[in-house]
């Protein structure tokens, strides 16, 4: 065993041999074989390269990433150069406090980063003086196309979507390929905005601003043109560039209805194009109409304002094909960094920063201008289109040749955007390779009648931590109010939370990896595509599929771009007819909710008893939809924890129809070395990277959710209109703004594979599978396991069972959930896939001791289950009922409940003394159980003074 597999994996030596034994195997082997069915487990070793060490890991990154070539990135197009504040880099983006946690559905454990996510949608909804902002979406491309279905969703009218002729180009080729999906057209107005809108009826217009060529339409042709899009009953849809709303004013202002964009240049680094933190805000009355999370203020038990996720019923975990997205992870830790960058600066701080930036942009112009050049417009930001005829590439070239990109528009023009650090000598290349004299204190051209009017981000966290002593201390308190992986297990169903290893985190901050603009030539990216190439082949030998795309910059996205291969497969063949995407019940909510958004009609198989897929109930539905089945989606392991030996049958059953088998990746944690999908029957599949392949989940994001394929469904895999190695030129268009995704975190995957080996990842999954099943075993007497497989064994989570003692009790899942906290625990998937329930899942990654400590924690939560249910306490006043106890309430004057405050606050009793000999503090809630109907009911999703939740009495 290699040193890097003895940190990884939690058990090993005598405590892998404790747990084997328990269960009355001698081998990993033994159990995996009675775990696995015969019928699809691999009988030969995955064909992969050996396990490396770290330091050889980290040499051959090195080298990767010094074959980029950053240069100073001047290409423009929705990705800037900024500057990552050093305390932000190392207290957030590196800072396993913020980057192991989870999406904070618990969110009595997670007000720091709700509180972040909070100042973000405050950033948001103040600079495009909009009321509503949500917590992060995947890209500025992937935020265009979902407002764009938030206006059809509002506006309840057909028609087509207007789109302004100069939206950046990897936004209108992600909007295409949403709308035809759909089928809803996308009509460009080459002749002007204006223009189109006197002949045809649209639902929605979509401008850019400022626009992807730098041109800056004058404020009072916005607000006419506005006016005149809400005459003729169209929404309007601003992309706008957030820098920019500092001088130019705000898109509230000019009368939009919906703003999105980037806020990558709040100090997210460019990452080769990802990942970044998307945004959308919305005027007063879409709200419930938003995709993916919010995050609202509500109240504790004790009546201490506190924050959570507001009006869930939107997302597709509720609501499925119903649902206003398929969105589950969006990009939280990129939109924490991006809301501390602002708290960073302040409203000053970043006015300077536009300042600058705008006029760099005017002393380059007046150099340019003088030189005889012509430019696309006197009014704009900070990005040029300088008119070249002929000599673009020679300019661009010879940009090159001094360490600046520029941007090749055509053989007759030069793009040339400013951000954040370009200096005087960065100005001067430029000029230079134009021909032209360096820039002097004169300026040309400007903001035209724009004017931002008014204060913004008022709010005094962006004024109180100025200093970085005081901004040190703001985040690390924000930090300590969260429970993450650094904390403790979190043992959540289908999530698989194992290390994110430092040795594979530490290279994405190298400079070849963090600072390339994802549009520079091939040969400026010679690292990336090497790293990108290996990391798909070795997916692919992993999965057993043929091809892949890492474009997917998320689970959902990468459901989509699967079944829009699906789908265009079967236009292909002439069967335009196939539609109908049979799902299980037992599914995760994005299924269905991708497959709507893939054009796809959803036909649910229902659950036989054991948890598997009911084979009578889908015979019947593939009998019934026979000549229009596309697909069937189902999750392998099952969401109910169990390798169905019925794999095989399924997959032979819809491929007889004429369908697609569709195998959603999000348990691949279990199959590592073990079994391959693409080879016992699947067709396509996502994969989770932010799961399987150890990058963090980061509070809610960023994900990976790659594409894996057959080879028939090859041709269909995700491209871009700019990167023509992003994929095949046969395929419908691209999925994410980025030509390769969330690039900048695909060095911890290439990372933890080349460290694990294919000896490493066998051992992972059959680690998994091993703790799972312990975990089960423990808890068996005290709360029923309600899946297992033939052998009465789980695969790498299960499912213990609540409902009768609920019944008997009184005492709920949520009840458990936030007991658990007492115990300093994370809570398991709650109620999913079966309603009282918890499914745990304890990966490869957590030590004996620490599944010890879990599992005694629930037995001695049942100990309190019975003490309720006997009558000792109340069912309405008990540790269970109360839940979690923060310090406030174990600390106040009177205590009036029927038990001590020391069995409130520590369960599991005092442990003192060092840590190394057994000590461990006590994580606190900062907050107690938390009113989720009272915030809903009363939506606030700003960080307002606490004054302004004060009720009339004054009180809270």
């Not at 509720?318 to 649902?323: G, L, T």
């Not at 699947?682 to 994969?687: G, P």
């Not at 923060?886 to 009036?896: T, Y």
């Amino acid at each position: 065993m290699s040193d890097f597999f003895a940190r990884h994996l939690g058990a090993i030596d005598s405590d892998r041999d404790e747990l084997l034994a328990s269960l009355g195997f001698e081998t990993l082997d033994q159990l995996t074989e009675a775990v696995v069915p015969e019928a699809i487990r691999l009988t030969e070793d995955l064909a992969l390269p050996a396990a490396l060490s770290e330091f050889e890991v980290q040499q051959r990154l090195t080298a990767l990433a010094a074959r980029n070539n950053p240069g100073v990135p001047m290409i423009g197009l929705g990705y800037h150069a900024t500057v990552t504040p050093p305390i932000l880099r190392r207290m957030v983006l590196e800072n396993p406090a913020w980057y192991t946690a989870y999406t904070p559905y618990q969110p009595e454990i997670s007000q720091g980063r709700l509180e972040a996510l909070a100042n973000f949608q405050t950033m948001i909804a103040d600079l495009t003086g909009l009321p509503v902002a949500g917590a992060s979406l995947l890209d500025e491309g992937t935020a265009v196309a979902e407002a764009v279905a938030l206006a059809r969703r509002a506006s309840r009218r057909q028609g087509a979507v207007l789109v302004d002729p100069k939206l950046l180009p990897q936004s209108l080729a992600v909007l295409r390929t949403r709308c035809a999906a759909v089928g809803v057209e996308v009509r460009v107005a080459e002749a002007g905005v204006a223009a189109a809108l006197e002949d045809e009826d649209y639902f929605a217009v979509v401008l850019q601003l400022p626009a992807a060529d730098g041109t800056l339409p004058g404020q009072a042709e916005l607000v006419e043109l506005v006016d005149r899009a809400h005459q003729a009953g169209a929404l309007v849809i601003t992309a706008v560039d957030l820098l920019a709303l500092t001088l130019i004013g705000s898109a509230g202002a000019w009368g939009a209805d919906i703003a999105v964009g980037s806020a990558q240049r709040f100090g997210v680094p460019l990452f080769y194009g990802g990942p970044h933190a998307g945004f959308i805000a919305v005027r007063s009355g879409l709200e419930r109409q938003l995709p993916g999370r919010i995050v609202g203020l509500s109240k504790d038990a004790d009546g201490v304002p506190a924050f959570r996720l507001a009006l869930q019923t939107r997302e597709q975990h509720i609501r499925r094909e119903k649902a206003t997205s398929n969105i589950c992870t969006a990009q939280v830790l990129l939109a924490v960094a991006a809301g501390c960058y602002a708290v960073h600066h302040g409203p000053e701080g970043l006015t300077a920063i536009a300042s600058a930036a705008h006029r760099s942009a005017t002393r380059l112009a007046a150099a340019l201008v003088a030189a005889g050049y012509e430019l696309a417009s006197e009014t704009f930001f900070d990005t040029l289109t300088v008119h070249t005829p002929g000599r673009a590439d020679a300019i661009v070239a010879a940009a090159r040749a001094a360490g600046v990109h520029l941007r090749r528009i055509d053989a007759d023009a030069v793009g040339v955007s400013i951000g954040e650090g370009i200096g005087e000598d960065d100005l001067a290349a430029v000029s230079a390779a134009f021909g032209a004299s360096a820039p002097t204190q004169d300026t040309w051209g400007g903001l035209g009648d724009h004017r931002r009017q008014g204060e913004f981000l008022t709010h005094p966290v962006f004024r109180n931590y100025r200093s970085e002593t005081e901004l040190m201390r703001y985040l690390r308190t924000l930090a300590d109010r969260d429970f993450a992986l650094d904390k403790g297990m979190i043992p959540l169903g289908s999530c698989t939370l194992k290390l994110n290893p430092a040795a594979a985190m530490e290279p994405i901050s190298y400079p070849g990896f963090a600072g390339l603009h994802p549009f520079v030539a091939a040969a400026d990216a010679t690292g990336y595509a090497e790293l990108v190439e290996q990391l798909c082949d070795w997916l692919a030998e992993i999965t057993g599929y043929d091809q892949v795309s890492l474009q997917p910059n998320a689970g959902s996205q990468g459901e989509f771009a699967g079944l829009m291969a699906i789908r265009s497969y079967h236009l292909a063949q002439g069967q335009p007819e196939r539609v109908v995407c049979l799902i299980p019940a037992s599914a995760h909510g994005t299924n269905a909710a991708s497959a709507v958004l893939a054009g796809m009609r959803v036909v649910v198989v229902a659950t036989a008893a054991d948890g598997s897929v009911d084979l009578d109930d889908l015979r019947a539905k593939i009998a019934e939809h026979a000549e229009r089945l596309a697909a069937v989606m189902v999750t392998y392991p099952s969401t109910h924890g169990v390798f169905e030996d019925t794999i095989t049958e399924i997959c032979q059953l819809v491929h007889a129809a004429g369908g697609q088998v569709y195998v959603d990746g999000a348990n691949l944690n279990a199959m590592l070395g073990l079994a391959r999908p693409g080879r016992f029957g699947a067709d396509v599949s996502h994969l989770n990277l932010h799961k399987t392949f150890a990058i963090p989940h980061g509070g809610g994001g960023p994900g990976v959710g790659p594409v894996a394929v057959r080879a028939h469904l090859a041709p269909f895999l995700p491209k871009h209109p700019l990167v023509e190695a992003a994929g095949p030129q046969t395929s419908y268009g691209p999925v994410s703004a980025g030509p390769f995704g969330s690039a900048g975190v695909l060095p911890i995957s290439w990372a933890f594979i080349a460290l694990m080996g294919p000896d490493g990842l066998k051992l992972a999954s059959q680690t998994a599978i091993l703790a799972a099943n312990y975990v089960a075993h423990r808890l068996a007497p005290y709360f029923p396991v309600l899946y297992t497989g033939a052998s009465g064994l789980v695969a790498h989570e299960c499912i213990v069972d609540l409902r009768e003692l609920s019944h008997q009790t009184g005492v709920s899942v949520d009840d458990v959930a936030k007991r658990l906290i007492d115990f300093g625990f994370h809570a398991p998937t709650m109620s999913f896939p079966v309603a009282g329930t918890l499914m745990i899942e304890p990966t490869e990654s957590e030590s004996k001791a620490e599944l010890d400590r879990f599992c005694d924690a629930m037995i001695a939560i049942r100990g309190e289950m019975d003490q309720v249910a006997a009558g000792q306490w109340p069912a309405d006043d008990n540790p269970l009922h109360n839940a979690p106890h923060p310090a406030a309430r174990v600390l106040a004057g009177e205590w009036n409940h029927p038990y001590p405050r020391d069995l409130g606050a520590f369960p599991a009793g005092f442990a003192t003394g060092p840590v190394g000999s057994g000590g461990r503090d006590k994580y606190w809630p900062a907050v107690g159980r938390i009113d989720g109907a009272y915030g809903d009911r009363n939506l606030i999703c700003t960080c307002a003074p606490v004054s302004a939740y004060e009720d009339q009495s004054g009180e809270l």
